[in-house]
């Protein structure tokens, strides 16, 4: 079953050169399966910066675009992982629609009145375990953590971290096949993709203003 979540993909695609050597140099100096996958939730989290796209994209060209949310992030983390030979997935739960509201402001009101938030499963010392490296630490220190969010950023390496937790409403769903996931969006509803940079592009550049100013 283990050989299932070490799979790459269309989407997943961890053979990508800048994938797999990223893969490598994150691991080079870290020992055990844990050490690698707090490596690479870490370097994922701050040097890839918190931004709008859709979500059909390849996990190579997150890397190569520098930002994403959570299921673009949350990808990556699984082609990192899987170039590592370590078990992983991606997972979601809905949340309400306020989650986006420190990104967003009242613009969080235009989104489905519940979204289908990504994150990463990793199977560490023979049990699953959550972790999300979707807020970069600059974005949760300037727009998130005013808001008096109950969750941090940092993970453990050891217990199951989720963002959002007061949003969320509803069970976790396990992705058995990303690129299927992929293809139906996560289950949300986003603009096609003519429509992405005239809907995001504007969006990210007022928030990464809005983080640049505060660093």
């Not at 918190?50 to 994209?57: A, E, K, P, Q």
């Not at 938030?117 to 972790?131: K, M, R, S, Y």
């Not at 390496?157 to 976790?172: F, N």
Request: glycine share 6%.
């Amino acid at each position: 079953m283990e050989k299932a979540y070490l799979q790459k993909s269309v989407y997943c695609d961890f053979d990508h050169t800048a994938v797999s050597s990223l893969a490598r140099d994150l691991a080079k100096d870290e020992q055990g399966p844990a050490r690698v996958t707090e490596a690479a939730f870490k370097y994922i989290r701050d040097n890839i910066r918190f931004g709008f796209d859709l979500v059909r994209v390849k996990a190579s060209e997150t890397l190569s675009k520098g930002y994403g949310v959570c299921y673009n992030k949350s990808l990556l983390l699984v082609a990192l992982l899987r170039s590592n030979k370590i078990p992983s997935r991606m997972a979601y739960y809905p949340v309400n629609r306020e989650f986006m509201r420190p990104a967003m402001g009242e613009a969080c009101q235009t989104l489905t009145e519940s979204f289908n938030h990504c994150f990463t499963q990793v199977l560490l010392n023979g049990e699953w375990i959550a972790t999300d490296a979707t807020l970069d630490t600059a974005t949760y220190q300037k727009l998130f953590k005013p808001f008096q969010v109950s969750w941090g950023i940092d993970w453990n390496g050891k217990e199951d971290m989720q963002l959002y937790t007061e949003h969320i409403t509803g069970p976790v769903v396990v992705i058995e096949d990303i690129d299927t996931a992929i293809q139906k969006d996560m289950g949300n509803v986003l603009p096609p993709p003519s429509e992405a940079d005239a809907f995001f592009g504007p969006a990210n550049q007022q928030m990464w203003q809005a983080v640049a100013a505060g660093s």
